[in-house]
């Protein structure tokens, strides 16, 4: 590939670099937003039509957003079109697009950052203490329940042997905090006790998810497991807890002192960008998400005087960026493992059906674990908790790479995140009464 | 240095990716905004607090950000903090380092094109066509002075060979549109008479470059010189102005039109985004700059009823990362060339001496060579197409890599580039008076 390139001119991998990056925007906005409006007309989320752009463009369909890890190949009749824009060969193309893609991952984890920072900023945070015991039995039980049935149905009813068992069934705890917050924040349910509940239990899911992924990788590597690191893990977690909430009361009026002394344009935009970074920076040090600290970065600036102008600068970058987040989601997806009529996939389709149901089953069975005074819709808050989205994804691919899946194990792990991450924003808008003017109704 | 990476896990390598990536914003940010909060207070753009804070994080800095291709290495001390964070040796940080470098270009880019999609927005089209015969002789004359005067005296007085020679003053007819662009927009004279023949100019002149680009390639290449390409790129350059000017008048009731029935969240934003990449393709397809399709769209869309929408939804990318842009510029720029004591260095400067000067007077001639009706300030205009900014370093960088240029020569091009860039903004500060308050005077 790399001796290819060599022959070809800078300005030609530079305008082929410019075409294919550019293009991959054109191409993603255009289809997006195409089946975001029909999903509006449906009364559906718009991250469904996110979702299924990314599969109608991606490895499952048209081949023209292909993440260079799916091993597949661009659609040719792209290739040979942006090849003689550039006066390269097509193989060339296919080349810098692999070269190019991290940089389309790069922007779109800029759009993850910002939707978790926007979620932090709409979140109430006395709503969200007070909402904490419950948030925290609904993320525990999230997490029991469908590792323990599906590791134990996989071993007990369908024979697989102990760790790709462990290995599914912890894929299987993870909670898409991204969807269910762009879900949430559409329906404008986020500031209801329901919405503070999930975001609250989808945050602490994250957590348990990473120390859950730290177990699961010792126990797969099959190395000494020794619980030194882990307690690290578990002591950073509940220490980045604590700072995120007592900053979350304290720090917000030392911002806006500084953001009233900034005199240069663009003040709030790159004052709230600083903040959002360093606690990107400061989650990420200290072995956890660096989306965890976009959300407590949002949940710090919630108390500033600033938040419209925060919010004003922000949602531009969750409408672009995010957006490509989650047609990269959909992309990666291949949707073949779904074809009944393919022997090979039966197994598969077994297994991904018990995995499905229990993943469904474990985590709205987690919306009736808390004790609440007052009646919340507990339905809600289960299907929030459901969708598996990029998490599940990110098990999925340390599996495969750790090679302790069997192909029809890895299709039904796959099957049981695509399954619960379109679901998920369905079950929801049936279950979330729309207004008769089309809007979901107000939060109080 | 891909053997050391695959002893290393995946997952060490994205705790890596993500900290690099995100300690880079930090770093750009903060240090981009204490020094624009400085020049502000200097009454100085900020541009050029962006462009010194790249000088002092980068090569001739503080080694924090540093582009792969300067072949300078990160400061030891941040390698081994990242290395000791995300557990893996320094060394794979400089590897991953140097791999993800191209994401913060590609956001830096994403700014330019927001930069200048911004500055068509807000420019009059019919102030820009009344214009047009000035601009033209503006850019024209800014490209046949520089570039006759420094060819000439190189060959003559310093008796540098005819081809590096007339590369060296093709490098001294470009001007960074983003430079002026960001200058006259925070001075608020974009609108003015002198702000719109400047931008319509500078938007000639990078056309003009792109053909005297093309040439000079084709010289120094050697080969055969055709002169079909060349007419192709002419008819490309004109057929685009043609067009451009046809949509400004005609899409953007479209426009509104499509923007009036979308029904999803971010509306707004993805329209404009994606009529900006489309235009940045287009242009690039037919062989010019993104950056002319990107300014072009905005033109397009000057005429939209949704403008404050717009502005309001691409001020922040602007904001974020066109100062990501300005800052790695400054970032690549080595003074090192500028210490005088350094005996190597005598030759480049006596040469860059007369660069500079050539390349000032020449373009400050320029903004005598157009004939108005009314009074207008010669001087702005002059210096508003001074700064070479980041096309005099394209420009560069194609001679350093086809090896026609000696070290001297190479660092007097640079140092003109440098030095024009740097003055652009503080020469026009000085000439445009500001308003007792501190700000710039409005436009009537």
Request: aromatic residues 6%.
């Amino acid at each position: 590939m790399t001796s290819l390139l060599l022959e070809i001119s800078p300005h030609q991998v530079e305008v082929a670099e410019t075409l294919i990056q550019v293009g991959r925007f054109v191409v993603i906005f255009l289809v997006a937003r195409a089946i975001a409006e029909l999903m509006v007309r449906l009364q559906l989320p718009t991250i469904l039509g996110e979702l299924v752009a990314g599969v109608l463009i991606g490895v499952s369909g048209l081949h023209l957003i292909v993440p260079p890890g799916t091993q597949a190949t661009i659609n040719a009749g792209v290739l040979s079109v942006l090849g003689s824009l550039a006066e390269i060969l097509p193989g060339d193309v296919q080349s810098i697009y692999n070269e190019t893609f991290p940089s389309l991952q790069a922007v779109s984890q800029i759009g993850l950052f910002a939707l978790l920072f926007l979620t932090g900023l709409e979140s109430e945070l006395d709503e969200l203490v007070a909402v904490g015991v419950q948030a925290s039995t609904v993320a525990v039980a999230g997490v029991v329940l469908p590792f323990a049935l599906g590791t134990a149905g996989l071993v007990v009813v369908f024979h697989v042997p102990l760790i790709p068992a462990v290995f599914a069934g912890a894929a299987m705890t993870a909670t898409s905090i991204g969807i269910t917050a762009s879900v949430f924040g559409e329906l404008k349910w986020l500031k209801r006790k329901e919405g503070q509940i999930v975001i609250g239990a989808a945050v602490l899911d994250d957590i348990l998810g990473i120390v859950i992924l730290a177990v699961v990788v010792a126990v797969v590597g099959g190395g000494a497991f020794s619980l030194a690191p882990l307690l690290k893990l578990c002591l950073a977690a509940i220490a980045f807890v604590a700072v995120a909430l007592v900053l979350s009361r304290k720090a917000a009026p030392a911002f806006d002192w500084v953001v009233d002394r900034l005199k240069a344009p663009g003040d709030v935009a790159v004052a709230s960008f600083l903040v959002l970074t360093v606690c990107c920076f400061a989650a990420q040090a200290i072995g956890l998400e660096a989306a965890l600290g976009a959300f407590a970065a949002g949940l710090i600036l919630s108390a500033s005087k600033h938040t419209h102008d925060i919010d004003a600068a922000v949602k531009p970058l969750v409408a672009l960026f995010a957006t490509v987040f989650f047609v990269l989601i959909g992309t990666g997806m291949d949707l073949s493992v779904l074809n009944p009529f393919d022997p090979a996939n039966r197994e598969g389709l077994l297994v991904a059906g018990f995995l499905l149901l229990v993943a469904i089953a474990g985590k709205v069975a987690a919306g009736w674990s808390y004790v609440s005074a007052e009646p919340t819709n507990r339905l809600v808050v289960g299907l929030g908790m459901m969708p598996r989205g990029e998490v599940g994804l990110i098990f999925l691919g340390l599996g495969s790479q750790a090679g302790i899946l069997t192909p029809a194990l890895e299709a039904a792990i796959l099957l049981m995140v695509i399954g619960t991450t379109f679901l998920a924003p369905i079950l929801l808008r049936l279950v979330i009464p729309a207004e008769p003017n089309g809007a979901a109704p107000l939060a109080p």
